[in-house]
């Protein structure tokens, strides 16, 4: 079957740095997605991996390892605004998103 | 552009009762998706189009269907509403390959709550 495996919640303090694993098991493997989900809102695209290794954009990174079927998204200089669920998300050989259930993450001042 | 726009935004259907949620995109993609997205849960695909005239059933396309009779718009119909269907229901559109930017990046309307009581 198919499974994206991410933690439920997450806290984490105002200017640190917090990291969310995703694990995956899925039928092919055409790049991974991780979006951010503000309450009550639309999931909004935040980084794209397809080949192993770290991709870096501005305060937020998303490392990928094929070959371990792992994720991480590493958010640095925690801000309050940052306070969102983060979606994992994996395309499979069929070109369809397969979706974690999202990471909450709460930003403590 | 206004991207993707999805009506109503919120909606308080009877069981028994149906009804259309509407999702427009002025991106000229080729792709697009319904899902439902139920709390603490990932979202789950319900029907996907990959052009005008092409639809297929995604993960959980009972109870309901889609049209896609032109690129720009792609409904979602809900027959006989049973509570099972309350949900947040979110329209997305991709072009399906490269086109300079991420492949098959989603983009999402601002969603659909529904409630069937």
Redesign the interface.
Known sequence: GQNIDQPTEMTATEGAIVQINCTYQTSGFNGLFWYQQHAGEAPTFLSYNVLDGLEEKGRFSSFLSRSKGYSYLLLKELQMKDSASYLCAVMDSNYQLIWGAGTKLIIKP | NAGVTQTPKFRILKIGQSMTLQCTQDMNHNYMYWYRQDP??????IY?SVGAGITDK?EVPNGYNVSRSTTEDFPLRLELAAPSQTSVY?CASSY?GTSGG??????????TRLTVT
């Open positions: 603490g849960m990932g979202l789950k695909l996907y995604g979110f399906g991420v492949p098959y990046e989603q983009y999402f309307g601002p969603g």
